[in-house]
């Protein structure tokens, strides 16, 4: 897809997945972060069975509590007039204690043109961090909050749903570098520079935020795929950020979404990353 990340499978008939194609997924989505597959158009029920495959069905925890107990796709659909509130670097549900790990997007309705998704490597912006940058984000925290935009959009007028909205994600703290949950591999996680860190030393928190924003969101880290109806791209929530793209694209894009569970993100730590690779 890029130099930077992002891979094209073929030959993947996803309504009817087997062991050994999910493990090469699993194995591409590793290595590569993002994997589309073309002309795939599943149904809801196909579609689940793709996400229950690679790992447990993400329900968000307010709708647990209110009794959810399955998961189900989400539609999204926007026009370029009224857009999803999501073009900007973001990456789903950070603010929550265990945001999803893994999301899978399929393509229902696309415009003649128009409506990309880009996605960014943010373990390659990692990597190419001074190494100034990398000392004092060691051991730092990131307070994630959710945003007012999508907290109307969620709870709306309701006090008391916003109240739990409120209770459930805002205020929980993540690395702002976080390792792999199965590589181990180090990636930012945070492109806000408004940001409230945790456990930083320095004098200027803004400075390094506004520099860490800057050289992350390069456009030399980042893939950009046009979508065809029937696309299935999978992505990886632990190391990339995404960002629809609002040109004036005629017509309505719709898109069904699931998510797999993730874990508390965790802090990279340099250290015991030296001293593993040393072992080897």
Not at 136 to 160: C, K, Q, T, W
Not at 176 to 182: F, L, Q
Request: glycine content about 8%; hydrophobic content about 40%.
């Amino acid at each position: 897809m890029s130099a930077a990340l992002g891979v094209v499978a073929e030959g993947a008939d996803l309504r009817s997945p087997t062991p050994e194609m999910i493990d090469q997924l699993s194995e591409l989505l590793d290595r590569h972060l993002v994997v589309a597959i073309r002309g795939q158009r599943l149904t809801e029920s196909e579609h689940m069975a793709v996400t229950s495959a690679l790992g447990t069905p993400w329900i968000h925890p307010i709708d647990r509590l209110r009794g959810k107990a399955s998961a189900e796709p989400v539609t999204v659909e926007a026009t370029s007039d009224e857009p999803l509130g999501t073009d900007s670097w973001h990456v789903d549900f950070p603010y929550l204690p265990s945001p999803p790990s893994i999301g899978i997007l399929n393509a229902i309705e696309v415009p003649s043109y128009g409506g990309d998704t880009m996605w960014l490597n943010l373990q390659l912006a990692y990597e190419r961090l001074p190494d100034r940058i990398r000392a004092d984000l060691d051991g730092v925290g990131v307070n994630h909050s959710i945003g007012e935009f999508f907290l109307d959009r969620y709870a709306g007028g309701d006090p008391m749903l916003r109240a739990l909205w409120k209770r459930v994600c805002v205020g929980n703290t993540h690395p702002v570098v976080r390792a792999h949950p199965r590589t181990g591999k180090p990636s930012v996680y945070t492109l806000d520079a408004q940001a409230e860190l945790v456990g930083f030393e320095g004098s200027d928190p803004a400075r390094l935020m506004a520099e860490l924003v800057e050289r992350s969101t390069s456009l030399n880290f980042t893939c950009r795929w046009r979508w065809h109806e029937g696309d299935v791209v999978f992505y990886d929530q632990a190391a990339t950020f995404h960002r629809l793209i609002i040109d004036p694209w005629p017509g309505v894009r719709r898109m069904r979404r699931t998510l797999v569970e993730g874990q508390p993100p965790t802090a990279y730590e340099p250290a015991i990353a030296v001293s593993s690779a040393k072992a080897e």
